[in-house]
């Protein structure tokens, strides 16, 4: 029970990372392979308010999002629309190009040396129906959860989340009714910077602190994202969660599977997934249009 | 410019470069021509993830992999069944390039996206594997090399057309008259109809099943190729680094490939020289302008984005656009 | 009575081709204008070029201002362009899809506007919930055309509404568009392939051939002049 939770903790930053991922490649169609690095440089963002400047962790946390927003948008606008027109491939290019740049960025303002960081919630145990689950995991689990729900509220009720959604679906016909759509693209990139922040931020205070942060968990993600189903938000939480738990419970249930064989684990999935059923457990088959 | 000499402008481009790569290790230093052997190495790679990619628009994030098959073939055959350095050579094409067209065949349900997920998470899973199969492939230590027999001038210059090379010599000519020689088939190769069928796969597949084209038929032959070639950079880059282990082909290697084909110019082959120049000197372009700790990265990210900008169709998209200038 | 749009030798091309060669039309205020002529005549990228849609040349002018920019700058302006193939959006519900026409719109009277819409189109209510996709080829034209309404615009502009319509349906269509112009003075600008319906619905049309305007007049002159009829119109 212990391990499903603690699962279910890890699988809430997989999920939200994944849900990241989902978001972007849903408004713009690629991969953002700088994904794990713009969180990581969040989450330094996050360290540095903390221990150099000696900010309270929940105030640094909501000044690290909305910075993390901001840089979202400014790199969609800057980076990535001017190169939307060309080919894919192109952006790929740009977004490995990126994770270079923020990797080496980092390491150039902090240095590369593995830093500690606090963790918001207390690290004790509870005990809940006679077992010992961590107060942190169920915050973990509890923070992820409630940005998915504000996310999910800000799509289907609001006038600017239709507008993100009808942008996704069909640009063209989302334009003739007056929608910015390229605007509404870079909130979808900033949303998702946000969701990495949130993803790093969680992760930071097991992990360590250092600029390969994220660099697995990315490979999680993507995992997570594949199993969900790569267009669909709801996959990508669901797979996160899936990963999690599953990971954990062969981790520590199947021996010869052990700690090390996790990230290949991972890998396995996307591979069998991608295999056998491409678009995940929710998404759809592709259309091919003549 | 005449149909005639539009004809021979290719060869004697190609003609050019045979002599400027044989005469230069007589301009630069040791050092430098070895870098160019690397050079060399990498455009092999990058010709064959060209033809996939460029040519057939299936995206690879895996070629690294491929490359260490072709590698550790290398190794494994030198080191322990003593075989000589070069026959070598074709049995890792032979052997990457079926692997690659096996891949070929379950890769044809993924498209796009998906497919560089899948190579991805295949170049990033085989250093583990190859650490898993320790009996075969030697484990984290890796297999040495250098100082065995097998492998040409490593200890006495070997003869060749009357002239006495030494090991980085005699690397350097291997490797570029393998690339050369890959050129040529590659150039042959897509110059008929094969390479039109996989233009048309890459433009539209639709279009092109309906004109006839067997698209399994040409997806899968075109990763088999694509992946012997790799197979054969990687066999060279076991034999120039003496050495390999699970992290002589990371992920990293992978994705350079890729970019080195964007930066080129996908679906031609003027550009690739440039590519291959490129993926061998940026880390080193970028240590110069700054070695502080971060630095080079940041300016290798500066500068990959930078031409995604300026030149968005790699340099051949200058080639061409520079052929249209002088038409007129 | 000026023009409500007026275009002005409205050039527009496709990379090398060019599909508009000089086209100069006017629709006044309260008028139903018909576009007609044969296939690839250049009736769709005239819509296009004033939606802003396509890159173009020349002047066009609405209620009495030079109308520039893409789409979005265009439906704020109060034009609401109902493209080929009805464009609603098949993933998002019949009412997301109402909500989205209303988009340009900053009142909160949309509610009022839904019901009213709903009276015209009563399946509305029944399928409020259903994505777009699950409609019939009929009832997502209507749905556009709906949509278009939302926005309160002071020109709509359709493009070819019968396209893989059954007749029956194709005339409620324009029964609906004649009744919003008689009642509420609703502006229209319709592009169409069947010559007889949108002749039997506008007042003035222009007939385009190659990119260029070949005739032009009021529908009843181009109804009895038989040549125009056989050569341009098909009929």
Request: hydrophobic share 50%; aromatic share 8%; net charge positive.
């Amino acid at each position: 029970m212990q391990q499903v939770v603690a699962g279910l903790a890890s699988g809430s930053i997989y999920a939200s990372l994944a849900l990241a991922l989902v978001l972007i490649h849903r408004a713009t169609g690629v991969i953002n392979f700088a994904q794990g690095e713009m969180a990581t440089l969040s989450t330094y963002i996050a360290w540095s308010l903390t221990t150099n400047h000696g900010w309270n962790y929940w105030p640094a946390f909501a000044v690290t999002l909305v910075l993390s927003f901001v840089g979202g948008v400014g790199i969609h606008q800057g980076i990535i629309r001017p190169n939307e027109k060309g080919s894919v491939l192109r952006v790929v290019i740009v977004t490995i190009g990126l994770l270079i740049l923020i990797n080496g960025l980092i390491v150039m303002i902090w240095s590369g040396e593995v830093r500690a960081i606090q963790s918001p919630f207390p690290t004790r145990t509870v005990e809940i129906g006679g077992v010992a689950i961590s107060i942190q995991d169920i915050g973990t689990i509890g923070v992820v959860l409630a940005t998915v729900v504000v996310l999910w509220l800000l799509f289907q009720y609001t006038k600017i989340g239709l507008a993100m959604r009808a942008a996704a679906v069909n640009p063209a016909e989302a334009r003739l009714v007056g929608v910015r759509v390229t605007w509404m693209l870079s909130l979808g990139w900033g949303l998702a910077a946000v969701l990495g922040a949130i993803s790093g931020m969680l992760a930071a205070p097991s992990l360590f602190l250092d600029p390969n942060l994220m660099a697995a968990l990315l490979i999680y993600a993507f995992a997570a994202a594949v199993l969900g189903g790569i267009d669909s938000p709801v996959g990508a939480v669901v797979g996160g969660l899936i990963l999690g738990v599953g990971l954990n419970l062969l981790g520590t249930y199947v021996d010869f599977v052990g700690a090390d064989l996790r990230l290949p684990g991972a890998l396995l999935v996307i591979l069998v997934v991608l295999l056998v059923k491409p678009s995940g457990l929710f998404g759809h088959r592709e259309v091919k249009r003549v | 410019m005449s149909a005639a000499s539009r004809r021979f402008a290719p060869l004697a481009a190609f003609l050019a470069l045979a002599v400027v790569v044989l005469v230069l290790p007589s301009f630069v230093s040791a050092f430098r021509a070895q870098q160019f052997a690397y050079v060399a190495i990498y455009l092999v790679a990058i010709i064959g993830l060209n033809i996939l990619t460029g040519y057939t628009g299936q995206i690879s994030l895996g070629h690294g992999a491929f490359m260490a098959i072709g590698g550790y073939t290398t190794a494994i055959l030198m080191a322990d069944h003593g075989v000589k350095d070069i026959w070598t050579i074709p049995v890792a094409a032979l052997v990457t390039g079926v692997v690659g067209f096996l891949f070929g065949i379950p890769a044809l349900r993924l498209s796009g996206l998906y497919l560089a997920l899948a190579t991805f998470a295949i170049a990033v899973s085989m250093p583990a594997v190859i650490k898993r199969f320790e009996g075969f492939t030697g484990g984290g230590g890796g297999i040495n090399l250098f100082g065995l027999p097998e492998l040409t001038a490593s200890l006495t210059p070997v003869e060749v057309l009357g002239q006495d090379l030494v090991f980085n010599d005699w690397l350097y000519y291997l490797c570029w008259t393998i690339a050369l020689f890959g050129y040529v088939i590659a150039w042959l190769f897509l110059g008929g109809r094969t390479g039109l069928a996989l233009r048309a796969v890459r433009d539209s597949e639709t279009a092109a099943q309906s004109s006839g084209v067997s698209l399994p038929r040409y997806k899968t032959l075109a990763f088999g190729v694509s992946a012997a070639y790799a197979g054969v950079a990687g066999s060279l880059f076991a034999i120039a680094t003496t050495f390999v282990n699970p992290d002589t082909f990371p992920v990293a290697l992978s994705i350079l490939l890729l970019v080195g084909v964007v930066v080129g110019g996908l679906g031609s082959l003027v550009g690739l020289i440039a590519g291959a120049i490129f993926i061998q000197f940026l880390p080193i372009w970028s240590q110069e302008v700054s070695k502080s700790p971060g630095a080079p990265s940041v300016v290798s990210g500066l500068i990959l984005i930078a031409l995604m900008f300026v030149l968005p169709m790699g340099v051949a998209g200058l080639v061409a656009r520079l052929k249209s200038l002088t038409k007129r | 009575m000026t023009a409500l749009l007026a275009l002005d030798d409205v050039e527009a091309r496709y990379g090398p081709v060019q599909a508009l060669r000089g086209i100069s039309l006017e629709v006044a205020e309260g008028q139903i204008v018909a576009v007609l002529g044969a296939n690839g005549a250049g009736k769709t990228t005239t819509l296009r070029s004033i939606s802003g849609t396509v890159r173009r040349s020349g002047t066009i002018t609405f209620a009495g201002k030079p109308l520039r920019g893409g789409p979005e700058a265009v439906a704020r302006a109060g034009i609401a362009h109902v493209p080929e193939g009805r464009g609603t959006f098949t993933e998002l519900s019949v009412v997301e899809n109402l909500k989205l026409g209303a988009y340009v719109r900053r009142d909160r009277e949309l509610r009022a506007d839904i019901d009213r819409i709903s009276e015209w189109f009563p399946w509305i209510t029944q399928r409020a919930h259903q994505p777009a996709g699950t409609l019939s080829g009929g009832e997502q034209q209507m749905l556009a055309v709906a949509r278009a309404l939302m926005s309160r615009p002071r020109l709509l502009m359709l493009d070819e509404p019968s396209l893989g319509l059954a007749p029956m349906i194709v005339r409620e269509i324009f029964r609906i568009v004649r009744e919003l112009n008689q009642r509420d003075g609703l502006t229209v600008l319709v592009v169409e392939q069947d010559a007889r319906i949108a002749l039997d619905t506008a007042s003035t049309a222009y007939v385009l051939e190659v990119g260029r305007v070949a005739v032009e007049g009021p529908s009843e002159e181009l109804r009895e002049n038989e040549s125009v009829r056989r050569s341009y119109l098909g009929y």
